[in-house]
């Protein structure tokens, strides 16, 4: 026992002298190294798996990272990024995962982007509502299998790479986020039985590497949502959101993928506004860059950059703080999906005090549901009006409310607005 407590001290020291050295340098928050100083490693196959058509396929990464020759820092803290494309599309080289490459690998860290099983029954429609939502959670434990193996794979070639595998962040843009959420915080349990005899266990596909600590120090996420916020409060990792307000895939606040209502609801996305909520009741650290009036493609990949380095520098200094960046980026209001040409013309007063009148176009033939939400995301109020084509003007009675901030949904089959009001 008393050599066991030793041990673990021991490696404890040297987890405590990397983070103060991590602090200390001048790198990982500013660019060190010019790009052609960097060494980039492509096609690295991380493992094997069958994918949803029944085929073996490879599964590959790529790594950007200072060239060894020129840099005097033997092991580096890793950012391993998964990209988004709503489980059908998307690469390693998409989602700006390239000039992130760029960016970090010239910061001073080592840098994966990789690539994972694709494919689900989406249905026929083009919006992509009316697909199989079995068949995407099937897609999404694929996927989960394939980012685990993939830090499997890293972390044991980490001597290789020049890994420390004590440091890792994993970063996910849309539906990489939502990945990267799972693969941290999800465990066999929370996956329908089922998917274990047909696809394996979550850490047992793609390679036959036995290493199934997922860890990260700090997750990012862009444009990212959860079925299961409460997942989040297993571990309490500092977390980096960016998500625009007027997002028309993954929801800001909550509601169904791709806000597919009909023919039936998607099951429901819990928005980064959601899950800053959630941390913030909880007292977890996140710093959250929230832009007004944009849609899902937030933040540019040095925008993400800029706030990532410092919220990373933070916690290799020992002292990360929560923060909140509200940039107004767009129209402070925002059709969210307007396939239907759904627009409010207007909404006011705004503050309110009995009665807010709010201008309604569209082309669409169908009711408009008005919903209204307090701050922690409750809805205080729902109703269904009868709309017809070009434009109508509505009248809400707001009286019963209590003074305070809200947001007001309004929706139709293939438009929706979301407008903050005050009373």
């Not at 913030?280 to 800029?306: C, I, M, R």
């Amino acid at each position: 026992m008393k050599f066991l407590i030793i041990v673990s001290y021991f490696l404890y020291l040297i987890k405590f002298a990397s983070a103060q050295n991590y602090c200390d340098v001048e790198r990982f928050d500013q660019a060190i190294f010019d790009s052609v100083d960097l060494e980039i490693i492509a096609n690295i196959k991380y493992g094997d798996a069958i994918n949803n058509l029944g085929i073996a396929q490879d599964l590959y990464l790529d790594i950007y990272r200072p060239n060894p020759d020129l840099d005097t820092m033997i092991k580096k803290p890793l950012i391993m990024f998964v990209h988004g494309g709503g489980l059908v599309g998307g690469d390693k080289n998409s989602m700006g995962s390239v000039d992130l490459g760029y960016l970090y690998a010239r910061a001073g860290f080592v840098y994966a982007t990789i690539n994972y099983r694709l494919g689900w029954d989406n249905g026929e429609q083009e919006d992509g509502c009316g697909g199989d939502t079995i068949d995407l959670f099937k897609a999404t434990y694929r996927a989960v299998q394939d980012v685990r193996a993939a830090l499997r794979y890293l972390k044991a070639n980490a001597d290789i790479y020049g890994i420390d595998t004590n440091y890792i962040i994993v970063e996910g843009n849309s539906a990489g986020s939502r990945l990267i959420m799972f693969a941290t915080y999800a465990e066999q349990e929370d996956y329908r039985p089922e998917f274990l005899d047909e696809m394996g266990s979550i850490d047992t596909s793609g390679n036959d590497i036995i290493n199934t600590n997922f860890n990260p120090i700090a997750l990012i996420t862009e444009a990212g949502g959860i079925e299961q916020p409460e997942l989040l409060l297993r571990k309490e990792i500092p977390f980096l959101f960016f998500h625009g307000t007027c997002d028309s895939i993954v929801p800001y606040f909550v509601g169904p993928a791709f806000f597919c209502y009909e023919p039936f609801p998607y099951p429901s996305l819990y928005g980064s506004w959601e899950l800053t909520e959630m941390y913030k009741a909880n007292g977890y650290t996140y710093q959250f860059y929230s832009g007004e009036g944009a849609a899902h493609d937030v933040a540019l990949p040095d925008t993400v950059y800029h706030y990532a380095k410092s919220f990373i520098k933070e916690i290799f200094c020992e002292n990360p703080t929560t923060k909140e960046f509200y940039r107004v980026l767009g129209k402070a209001k925002c059709a969210v999906g307007n396939k239907g040409e759904l627009f409010v013309e207007s909404l006011y007063p705004n503050p309110v005090s009995d009665n807010i009148n709010i201008t309604i176009t569209s082309t669409q033939i169908d009711d408009v549901a008005l919903s209204i939400y307090n701050v922690i995301g409750q809805t205080i109020y729902n109703l269904r009006l009868d709309f017809y084509p070009p434009i109508k003007e509505y009248s809400l009675d707001v009286s019963f409310l209590s003074h305070g901030m809200y947001f007001l949904q309004i929706r139709q089959q293939y438009g929706m607005y979301v407008m903050p009001f005050v009373k």
